[in-house]
């Protein structure tokens, strides 16, 4: 995309302004440049509430506050100590909603537009949801609660509203634009774009895609989406994330991993290297998601138990990963 159409992604105020004026379903928000204003809102409004910075911020600008003092202990480190620079010049605070999630990512070549297999991500560092966000800890396709209708409503509700809204305001669309969505009581609510494939996402949606990639994504480019079929394979895939220990947070670096060879022997998985580097003969980490183990299979229960035999042959000391990725679909 143009810059100016990036700027759903690298300015929160921008797309929640721009989705406000196209009516597109999103959480109800109030947008601050003065630290004690938003404080003072948020003694107003109360907790839980998102506390988002306006910028760029390596993905972890979204507060998600279960308590006042929270709200205000993120304020403080976004806008007065500026944890985020310039990024956290401008805040949004907005409603905290509830509900399950789902990235959906789509081809726009202006107006038109393509949706990719649906996908869902872990954003929590922790099983059962808790911990701090992350970029993603792992993410699995298809997503058996969300029916092709939801997903249809996705599509009519909200991406293809943003992609008109955006070449109205002078800024037509062009790659792959990447929305994340909760199903509330009200339905569908927009959460946030990205103006790139989501990483892991990427991992789980890419193997279900049928044809030839390169052809889809050239179409994209050059305005002839609708001339082209994205076909949909009747499999499932499931990546799970190797973290170094202490991610989020500090963690330490150049530790050495063991068993690539083993995984590599493995059929139908993919080992996707994020935090690594080579240090003489071997591999060691180099940042804090370090690999993104990926199995597909006809279904998700046996692609779970594939990735996860795959991740037990993987270690490194202090290495971390969830141990329930995927496991929501398991039990529907």
Known sequence: PSAAAARIEGSKVFAKELLRQAGV????????????????????????????????????????????AEAHQGIDAIMRQRCFGDSGRRVVIEECLSGPEVSVMALVDGETV?????????KRALDDDRGLNTGGMGAYSPVPRFSEAVIEQILETCLRPTARALVAAGAPYQGVLYG??????????????????????????????EGDLSEILLAAASGRLAEVKVGIAANAAVCVVMASGGYPG??????????????????????????????????VTAG???????????????????AYEAVARIDWPNCHYRRDIARQAREV
Request: proline share 7%.
């Open 25 to 68: 379903p999103t959480a109800a928000f109030e947008v601050f440049d003065d630290p004690d204003a938003a404080d003072r809102y948020l003694r107003a409004q109360g907790a839980p509430i998102v506390v988002k910075a306006d910028g760029l911020a390596a993905g972890k600008g979204a507060l998600v506050c279960q308590t006042l």
């Open 288 to 306: 804090g998601r370090v690999l993104g183990v990926t199995a597909t299979g006809p279904d998700l229960p046996a692609t779970i138990d594939r």
């Open 114 to 122: 393509v949706a990719l297999p649906v996908s869902q991500d872990h």
């Open 180 to 209: 994340g969505y909760m199903l509330t009581a009200q339905g569908p609510m927009t959460i946030e774009y990205n103006c790139r494939f989501g990483d892991p996402e990427t991992q789980v949606v890419v193997p279900r895609i």
């Open 250 to 283: 500090d963690y330490q670096t150049g530790l050495p991993i063991a068993g690539l060879e083993a995984v590599a022997a493995m059929d139908e998985v993919m080992v996707f290297h994020a935090g690594t580097r080579r240090a003489g003969d071997q591999v």
